[in-house]
C-alpha cells in the first residue's frame, strides 16, 4: 500500500516537469520556424517570451521578436508591439510610438487596435485629443461587435462629442452594446431614458433593429 501511495506521489511530481519539457520542445520548434522568417510564429515567440511559456519570461526579448513580425506586417504583432510601447514592457514606454503601431493594426481591421487607438485619440495620449477621429476608430471598432466600442461611440453620441448630439443613435448603439454584454451600457441607457420621450425610445429600438439587420457582425457569435 505504501509502495504504491510512493509511486503515485512521484507520478504526480512527474507530471509539471513533462508538461515544462513539452512546452520547452514546443517553443523550440515554434523558435526555430520563427527564424526562418515567418511572421506568425516569430509573433508567437513574442508571446511566448512575455508570459514565460516554454522559455523564461522575458519582456525584451518578447519585443524583439513582436517587431520583426510587427515589420513585415502581422497585425496581431503590431498590436502586440503597441501595447509594450504604452505599458513601457521591454522597452521605454512612449506612446507615440504604441500610437504607431496601433495605426498600423487598426488599419488591418485588428479590432482591439481600433478600440485602443480610439481611446487613445479620445484622451489625447501619444496624439493629439481628437474627439472625431476617435468616434472613426470606435465605429470601426464597433462595427465588429466590439462591445466597449459600441458603448463608447453610444456616449459620444449622447455628449455630442466627435459627432453631432444624437439621443436615438447613442441609444441604439447603447443597446446593442448591452446585448454583447458591455457592463456600462445599461447606465447610458438609464441617462438616456430619463431624458428622452417614450416615443424616441421606442424609435431607438427600432434603429438597433435595423442596424443589426443591416450589419449582423453588430452582435458577437455566440461561444458553443
Known sequence: MKSALIALMAFCLCLPLMGDDAAKKKFEETK?????????????????????????KDHKEAVKW??????????????????????????????????????????????????????????????LEDHKEAAKWFRKAAEQGFASAQNNLGAMYYEGEGVLQDYVTAYAWANIAQVNGDKNAPRLKSFLENE???EQIAKAEKLSQEMIKKNPKLLKKKQN
Not at 74 to 91: D, H, S
Request: hydrophobic fraction near 35%; glycine fraction near 16%.
Open 32 to 56: 526555430a520556424k520563427a527564424e526562418k522568417g515567418d511572421a506568425i510564429t516569430q509573433n508567437k515567440v513574442g508571446g511566448a517570451y512575455y508570459k514565460g511559456e516554454g522559455v523564461l
Open 66 to 127: 513582436f517587431r520583426k513580425a510587427a515589420e513585415q506586417g502581422e497585425a496581431k504583432a503590431q498590436f502586440n508591439l503597441g501595447q509594450m510601447c504604452r505599458k513601457g514592457e521591454g522597452v521605454l514606454k512612449d506612446d507615440k510610438e504604441a500610437v504607431k503601431w496601433y495605426g498600423k493594426a487598426a488599419e488591418q481591421g485588428h479590432v482591439y487596435a481600433q478600440y485602443t487607438i480610439g481611446l487613445l485619440y479620445f484622451k489625447g495620449a501619444g496624439v
Open 196 to 198: 428622452m420621450p417614450s
